[in-house]
């Protein structure tokens, strides 16, 4: 069963506009949640992180919002931008240097 | 090069055949793990490890080999390879951040 969901496989937001990412999971003890993108032909690159102590983490025009109660994260982009476009992973971790436990991805798309 | 490069990055063999793919990282970390990405699946764990000649199952282990003889090496080998094995590889690693940093990773194809 999937502990990490991301139930939107794409996401079309015209630039400048806020792109809004979501994820749910299931375990109630994973501790850390992040958010990687992904272009075609490389691997994730880390964006943005969130401990499960916090509900916000802001980084320049990227936001990652934690509700524990929902079992809900959401990453969101401030403007977006063109370069913006990828796939977009949500993962999970129990603590540092475990596994990674990674949703589906969606592929988000900047229009300019 | 610093950072974690894989090798090779494009790969076709046949179904039967031994495979290793290579992962290299600069940063001696003492963590590294293997990823695998299909379609409908995002990335799963192949096999993980804390340091050195120690090393952990993941997810998805089944015809999978793995080694650490050397802290900034693991190396990952299909002993038999099958159609299914057919994937995107990525290998990571990290230190004291919980954030992992990936390789550009290798295309595996299994005819």
């Known amino acids: 069963d999937q502990q990490v969901k991301q139930n939107s496989p794409s996401l079309s937001v015209q630039e400048g506009r806020i792109s809004i990412l979501n994820c749910d999971y299931t375990n109630s003890m994973f501790d850390y949640f992040l958010w990687y993108k992904k272009y075609p032909a490389e691997g994730p690159t880390f964006l943005i992180s969130i401990s499960s102590i916090k509900d916000k983490n802001e980084d320049g025009r990227f936001t990652v919002f934690l509700n524990k109660s929902a079992k809900h994260l959401s990453l969101h982009i401030v403007p977006s931008q063109p370069g913006d476009s990828a796939v977009y992973f949500c993962?999970?971790?129990?603590?540092?240097?475990?596994?990674?436990?990674f949703g589906k991805g969606t592929r988000l798309s900047v229009i300019a | 090069d610093a950072g974690i490069t894989q090798s090779p990055r494009y790969k076709i063999t046949e179904t039967g055949r031994q495979v290793t793919l290579m992962c290299h990282q600069t940063?001696?970390?003492?963590?590294m793990f293997w990823y695998r990405q299909d379609l409908g699946h995002g990335l799963r764990l192949i096999y993980y490890?804390?340091?050195?000649?120690?090393?952990d199952k993941g997810e998805v282990p089944d015809g999978y080999v793995v080694s650490r003889s050397k802290t900034e090496n693991f190396p990952l080998t299909l002993e038999s390879a099958t159609r299914s094995q057919t994937s995107v590889y990525f290998c990571?690693?990290?230190?004291?951040?919980?954030?992992?940093?990936f390789g550009p990773g290798t295309r595996l194809t299994v005819l």
């Open positions: 490890s804390a340091a050195a000649d120690i090393t």
């Open positions: 940063w001696s970390h003492s963590y």
């Open positions: 990571a690693s990290s230190e004291s951040d919980v954030e992992q940093f």
């Open positions: 993962a999970a971790s129990y603590r540092r240097n475990t596994p990674l436990v």
